[in-house]
């Protein structure tokens, strides 16, 4: 029996995904940069930098993109660099992000805008960060110049990045800025970005009322939810299933509720549980954008809460490599009934050795949740180039593309992740060759 090729609906988009930090070089006005100047904050005492000289290079790297058939691109905007202090839009700074809209213009790829990707000025900061209302108040006034502002050439919009994932990382475990450890203030932080989201979310379709992609709509707007497999290591030892239970509650399925619902309910043990309505959260998404790169099994005792499966394959952050779970996580979400973009999906493999197999696989999944009934529209690899990955500093290489950081040129490389990935695109299907070239048949 002669096998088939796996395609995927018209329209398709296909693209890599980037956020403004860990690719630019040169943000020294937010919060990350002051927090890599922390002793021990950063792997190997890395500092953010130059970066990948993106800032500089983005035409030659959506160059890249194009000639690799990717139609879209995820990029995001940095707030310290668009509003230096409150209230001030600094016009060099926008007329670089006009000129980064034109080039992926130019090049085909429609792009796909994140507002909030960890990062915050560092007037944000001082002022109480996330912990603070008034942040929320900010960063809507902050959305509604950027739809006024970038709108017509804009469609797609991603409010926040990982709203949990940004919470617990700061203000729990206390490795991300601000290196706060308070669950109570995770909670409330978390509960901020959502409300957030929400009031962006009108201010965005106020403010974009044009439609720049020509398919009669002026916005789409959504946010990016990480969205890991949350399983008990032992699913016969009741601490473990209850644990499990409860992250699955409060990191997965409350912030999707509260999207649909408007009603913020956050609690964990030990911790002030966080509820209450806010108006505009509710019916706040027109796509969910989906971040998936693993499943952890989850332990109630010991010091690693979230470990990997024993023997299971892992990539070079220690993350099982677990392509079923992009199926299950985008099934998870389509219950929502909305449409989906997997707006984050990659592997660190610094040598490109398991990552060809491990794409392929996992795109396999995709198709078979398009087929399941899941409205998936697009897929963006994490990621288009290596960068520098936040408190791993340059350890974890998620790039489609080496980046050389010990040469002041930052060269890029193509793996042969890339090259299949074009092939894909190109396709819009994953053909039975290109299968076999990943070691898999069809």
């Not at 792009?111 to 007037?123: A, G, I, K, Q, S």
């Not at 239970?245 to 609690?267: H, K, M, P, Y």
């Not at 220690?318 to 992009?326: A, K, S, T």
Request: hydrophobic share 40%; proline share 6%; aromatic share 12%.
């Amino acid at each position: 029996m002669t096998a088939v090729p796996r395609r995927f609906p018209d329209g398709f988009r296909w693209g890599a995904a980037t956020s403004a930090h860990q690719v630019e070089g040169g943000n020294h006005a937010n919060d990350w940069w002051r927090f890599e100047e922390r002793p021990g904050a950063i792997r190997d005492g890395a500092r953010s930098g130059d970066a990948c000289l993106h800032y500089q290079r983005f035409e030659r790297d959506f160059a890249l993109a194009a000639a690799d058939a990717h139609t879209a691109h995820r990029l995001s905007f940095e707030w310290s660099r668009i509003e230096p202090a409150p209230g001030r839009f600094d016009v060099a700074a926008v007329a670089h992000y006009h000129e980064v809209l034109a080039a992926l213009r130019r090049h085909g790829l429609q792009p796909l805008v994140t507002l909030h990707h960890f990062t915050n000025p560092l007037w944000i900061a001082d002022r109480g960060g996330w912990e603070s209302r008034d942040t929320v108040d900010r960063f809507v006034e902050f959305a509604r110049f950027c739809a006024r502002e970038f709108g017509g050439e804009v469609d797609w919009w991603c409010t926040v990045n990982e709203p949990e994932v940004f919470a617990f990382r700061g203000w729990s475990e206390g490795v991300w800025p601000p290196g706060t450890r308070d669950d109570g203030l995770a909670l409330r932080v978390m509960a901020h970005q959502l409300e957030a989201h929400g009031r962006a979310y009108r201010a965005l379709h106020e403010e974009d009322t044009r439609d720049a992609d020509g398919d009669g709509r002026a916005a789409m707007v959504g946010f990016a939810k990480h969205l890991p497999q949350l399983e008990p290591e032992r699913a016969w030892f009741p601490p473990d299933v209850v644990r499990a239970w409860f992250e699955n509650r409060v990191f997965n399925d409350a912030v999707l509720e509260a999207a649909v619902t408007g009603e913020i309910r956050l609690s964990i043990p030990g911790a002030p549980a966080v509820r209450r309505r806010v108006p505009e959260l509710e019916r706040s998404l027109d796509y969910v954008g989906l971040n998936y790169y693993t499943r952890w099994k989850v332990r109630a005792l010991g010091p690693e809460p979230h470990v990997a499966r024993r023997g299971a394959a892992l990539t070079d952050l220690g993350w099982e490599i677990y392509p079923g779970g992009l199926e299950e996580s985008l099934v998870r979400v389509g219950r929502l009934g909305l449409p989906v973009l997997v707006t984050e999906h990659g592997f660190a493999d610094a040598r490109d050795a398991f990552r060809p197999r491990a794409l392929v696989e996992s795109l396999l999944h995709l198709a078979r949740a398009i087929e399941r009934g899941v409205d998936v529209r697009g897929y963006f690899h994490w990621s288009l180039m290596d960068n520098f990955e936040w408190a791993d500093g340059y350890h974890g290489r998620f790039g489609l593309y080496r980046v050389d950081f010990t040469r002041p040129d930052r060269p890029r490389e193509r793996t042969r992740s890339a090259g299949i990935y074009a092939r894909i695109a190109a396709a819009n299907a994953i053909e039975p060759e290109v299968a076999a070239r990943a070691g898999l048949a069809l």
